[in-house]
């Protein structure tokens, strides 16, 4: 038997007062970084009438967050592997205490978009150390899997809450309050961890594989804004395309890099692996399809029956309060059927749920079924998270670990800038906004039923 498994089978399966205290903090970190991604993008009208951004101009602040804190997650992950977690950790909130502040008080379009830039690299340094820190706080077993789902349920709750908190601070105060809300919280986590959470980081004494890093982090930034770039001007946009090709050709030499280098940033015996590959493949297409699906429901409550920003935000609170109840229930789901089926289970739940979005019409008749089908998808999304969650980072020894949460935070972020603007290019290629809506609802399922069906067959049992 191995090491790992025998720390799995004898591990306690009682947190302690502190590791209570440790979860707490590090998922409450977690919380307000995914809340970042998406609490503005209910009130995008508003900032962009009090700033001055063209209605042309108005996605640079979803993509602004959303470049860096994509493209440059992995090679953050891999540094909080080397430099210390607990010291990225602090790094990254101290730089999202500064975006917020800058986003906060923005008297200028380039102001605000210089602090949405800042929180997306804040993302990108914070989220990979703060989830290395939750896996190498807890022996894995029980009480790991424990934490990873609730941190699963977080983050992926934190989308939704995000759009929820947006709405609801955009009507009754101002949509600045979206960006200082994270000030005072940033400052209690970089009080409070020093004395709370010890550090931790590889000592294998590896050094940080530079052309690795630059081919990785430049291929990631290229394919986020050649899919974002052709999600606005369509698929045949030569920008789109360019930036597209730039990708394949720093991604494919990234992993001749890789084969070459004595300390390569992403070990490929770590990348093929299926639990890391396939996991990471089922977690790309639930946070890919979920997060999607909120911008779709926003579209369709905001420009088909007419609701406010504060109203939408309310409605979709449903879809968070069933992505919660995922997250709580799936360990001891997973617990008992294993990862495969859980992601299989989670994701063939969440499809079906997106199916009954169908129904849908002009009038607010279906209101209840909207309610009831996000509940039960976000339900089923946090089951296929927490099992992504749990398989692409089991297995692996502790000084693998930043790689292994920095991977899954990248596959989150990538799947989340991703989602939306494919999706809505599958929207707007209809003439009415139901229409689209419907189409890309279809599509969206669809996926999920086949990411499903892929990490069945090929992800073995565990």
């Given at each position: 038997?191995?090491?790992?498994?025998?720390?799995?089978?004898?591990?306690?399966?009682?947190?302690?007062?502190?590791?209570?205290?440790?979860?707490?903090?590090?998922?409450?970190?977690?919380?307000?970084?995914?809340?970042?991604?998406?609490?503005?993008?209910?009130?995008?009208?508003?900032?962009?009438?009090?700033l001055?951004?063209?209605?042309?101009?108005?996605?640079?602040?979803?993509?602004a967050?959303?470049?860096?804190?994509?493209?440059?997650?992995?090679?953050?992950g891999?540094?909080?592997?080397?430099?210390?977690r607990?010291?990225m950790?602090?790094?990254?909130?101290?730089?999202?205490?500064?975006?917020?502040?800058?986003?906060?008080?923005?008297?200028?379009?380039?102001?605000?978009l210089?602090?949405?830039?800042?929180?997306?690299?804040?993302?990108?340094?914070?989220t990979?150390?703060?989830?290395?820190?939750?896996?190498?706080?807890?022996?894995?077993?029980?009480?790991r899997?424990?934490?990873?789902?609730?941190?699963?349920?977080?983050?992926?709750?934190?989308?939704?809450?995000?759009?929820?908190?947006?709405g609801?601070?955009?009507?009754?105060?101002?949509?600045?309050?979206?960006?200082?809300?994270n000030?005072?919280v940033?400052?209690?986590?970089?009080?409070v961890?020093?004395?709370?959470?010890?550090?931790?980081?590889?000592?294998?004494?590896?050094r940080?594989?530079?052309?690795?890093?630059?081919?990785?982090t430049?291929?990631?930034?290229?394919?986020?804004?050649?899919?974002?770039?052709?999600?606005?001007?369509?698929?045949?946009?030569?920008?789109?395309?360019?930036?597209l090709?730039a990708?394949?050709?720093?991604?494919v030499?990234?992993?001749?890099?890789?084969r070459?280098?004595?300390?390569?940033?992403?070990?490929l015996?770590?990348?093929?692996?299926?639990?890391?590959?396939?996991?990471?493949?089922?977690?790309?297409v639930?946070?890919?399809?979920?997060?999607s699906?909120?911008f779709?429901?926003?579209?369709y409550?905001q420009?088909?029956?007419?609701?406010s920003?504060l109203?939408?935000?309310l409605?979709?609170?449903?879809?968070?309060?069933?992505?919660?109840?995922?997250g709580?229930?799936?360990?001891?789901?997973m617990?008992?059927?294993?990862?495969?089926?859980?992601l299989?289970?989670?994701?063939?739940?969440?499809?079906?749920?997106?199916?009954a979005?169908l129904?849908?019409?002009?009038?607010?008749?279906?209101?209840?079924?909207?309610?009831a089908a996000?509940?039960?998808?976000?339900?089923?999304n946090l089951?296929a998270?927490?099992?992504?969650?749990g398989?692409?980072?089991?297995?692996?020894?502790?000084?693998?670990?930043?790689?292994?949460t920095?991977?899954?935070?990248?596959?989150?972020?990538?799947?989340?800038?991703?989602g939306i603007?494919?999706?809505?290019a599958v929207?707007?290629?209809?003439?009415?906004?139901?229409?689209?809506?419907?189409a890309?609802?279809?599509?969206?399922?669809?996926?999920?039923?086949?990411g499903?069906?892929?990490?069945?067959?090929f992800?073995?049992?565990?």
């Amino acid at each position: 038997m191995s090491v790992l498994t025998s720390a799995a089978v004898t591990a306690p399966e009682r947190m302690s007062p502190r590791h209570k205290l440790i979860l707490t903090l590090l998922l409450g970190a977690q919380f307000m970084l995914a809340i970042d991604f998406s609490i503005l993008n209910v009130a995008l009208p508003v900032v962009g009438r009090g700033l001055g951004f063209g209605l042309d101009q108005l996605q640079w602040i979803a993509t602004a967050f959303a470049l860096p804190a994509a493209g440059f997650t992995l090679l953050f992950g891999r540094v909080a592997d080397l430099a210390g977690r607990r010291r990225m950790l602090l790094a990254g909130m101290a730089l999202l205490a500064a975006g917020s502040l800058v986003g906060g008080l923005a008297a200028s379009p380039a102001m605000l978009l210089t602090g949405r830039v800042l929180q997306g690299l804040a993302t990108a340094i914070a989220t990979p150390a703060a989830l290395s820190l939750l896996t190498t706080s807890f022996p894995e077993g029980p009480l790991r899997t424990r934490a990873l789902g609730l941190s699963g349920a977080l983050m992926s709750a934190g989308f939704t809450v995000g759009a929820v908190l947006g709405g609801v601070l955009t009507d009754l105060l101002s949509w600045r309050w979206a960006f200082l809300i994270n000030v005072p919280v940033a400052v209690l986590i970089l009080a409070v961890t020093p004395s709370l959470v010890a550090e931790s980081r590889a000592r294998d004494g590896a050094r940080l594989d530079v052309p690795g890093a630059v081919t990785v982090t430049g291929g990631l930034l290229a394919l986020v804004y050649g899919i974002t770039t052709a999600g606005r001007h369509g698929w045949g946009d030569p920008v789109a395309l360019a930036a597209l090709a730039a990708a394949v050709v720093l991604l494919v030499a990234f992993v001749l890099v890789e084969r070459r280098s004595p300390a390569p940033l992403a070990p490929l015996n770590v990348l093929t692996r299926r639990s890391v590959s396939w996991g990471n493949a089922g977690g790309f297409v639930a946070f890919a399809t979920e997060t999607s699906l909120v911008f779709l429901m926003t579209l369709y409550l905001q420009q088909v029956l007419g609701f406010s920003p504060l109203a939408t935000g309310l409605a979709l609170g449903v879809l968070g309060a069933g992505t919660f109840a995922g997250g709580v229930a799936a360990p001891r789901i997973m617990g008992r059927f294993g990862g495969r089926a859980t992601l299989v289970g989670g994701l063939v739940l969440q499809a079906a749920a997106t199916a009954a979005l169908l129904g849908l019409g002009a009038d607010r008749s279906a209101l209840p079924l909207l309610l009831a089908a996000t509940a039960i998808g976000g339900f089923g999304n946090l089951v296929a998270i927490v099992a992504f969650m749990g398989t692409a980072t089991s297995g692996l020894p502790d000084g693998e670990q930043g790689l292994a949460t920095g991977l899954a935070t990248m596959t989150q972020q990538v799947a989340i800038t991703l989602g939306i603007p494919v999706m809505s290019a599958v929207a707007t290629a209809h003439a009415s906004v139901l229409g689209g809506v419907h189409a890309a609802t279809l599509v969206n399922a669809l996926i999920a039923v086949a990411g499903g069906a892929l990490a069945g067959l090929f992800l073995r049992r565990s």
